[in-house]
């Protein structure tokens, strides 16, 4: 679920930039008193996200507004499919037409990589997670997002979990001496992932007893026999480099989550358009 306090931050922050103090196209042009209606329209096939946040544009720039809402977030949409039907003042459409837009195809666009990928593992017992690669600002959003498509989040921030990646290792004395000096300070109520290059950091990372392994970019005979060596020790995370090509593989090898932070740092945004109904 989205906080409705960030998400209102969050619009109020994009109309500000949007619009400095006045929308010299639409103030001058359209009566203040003129009324229209438009559509929200799926120009390709995909996951729809992010409808709500959309409405909430219109109804922060003010003026005489209505919806009504088509395809709820989560749903499934088609090419030419009519998203939501909007209705009110026509200075109020236009002027919240590209906030509106921006977040839906940003958020729909998520969702819709994120079902891609759930898809292609289904069977496999491997679950989709994103990461910490979101962009500045944006991150509730887009990790909601993520879930709208059925994938899972992983951490939510450095505060969620402790995470020992190399240079955390490098720097704390090795695997085995950075996860008993964590050990000693941290509660009992956060847990430990670790990420190893290979099979000897993994059997470190097995004597240490945390409860995550990350395997880093790791090939698919090598990780099968990190699953053959943890023998459900620890859960297991595959990351880095994994594509649509590739996933099925990784999926294949045992692993029980595979991480993909294009998810959300480099996705495409799903094809959305708002049409003003003469």
Do not use: W
């Amino acid at each position: 679920m989205l906080n409705p306090i960030y998400i209102d931050n969050l619009i109020k922050q994009a109309l500000l930039e949007d619009i400095n103090y006045i929308d010299v196209a639409t103030d001058y042009l359209i009566p203040k008193e003129q009324c229209g209606s438009a559509i929200f329209m799926a120009k390709a096939d995909g996951i729809v996200c992010g409808v709500d946040a959309a409405m909430r544009v219109f109804e922060l720039i003010g003026g005489k507004f209505e919806y009504r809402i088509l395809k709820s977030d989560g749903e499934a949409v088609a090419y030419g499919d009519t998203i939501a039907e909007v209705s009110g003042s026509v200075r109020t459409l236009l002027k919240g037409e590209r906030t509106a837009l921006n977040l839906i195809q940003h958020m729909s666009g998520i969702a819709t990589a994120a079902n891609r990928a759930v898809k292609l593992v289904e069977g496999t017992g491997a679950t989709i997670a994103d990461t910490r690669k979101t962009l500045p600002g944006l991150r509730p959003l887009q990790k909601y997002a993520v879930t709208v498509g059925g994938a899972k989040n992983h951490r939510y921030n450095l505060s969620d979990a402790a995470m020992l990646k190399d240079n955390h290792i490098d720097a704390g004395g090795g695997i085995l001496n950075a996860v008993s000096s964590l050990k000693k300070r941290l509660g009992h109520m956060t847990k430990i992932e670790i990420e190893v290059r290979n099979l000897d950091e993994l059997k470190e990372a097995l004597e240490a007893g945390v409860d995550v392994i990350m395997l880093d970019n790791m090939d698919n005979e090598t990780m099968k026999k990190a699953v053959e060596m943890t023998n459900g020790a620890a859960l297991l995370e595959a990351s880095g480099g994994i594509t649509e090509e590739t996933i099925r593989g990784v999926a294949q090898t045992g692993v029980d989550i595979i991480s993909i932070g294009a998810l959300t740092h480099s996705v495409k945004a799903f094809d959305i358009s708002m049409k003003i109904r003469a």
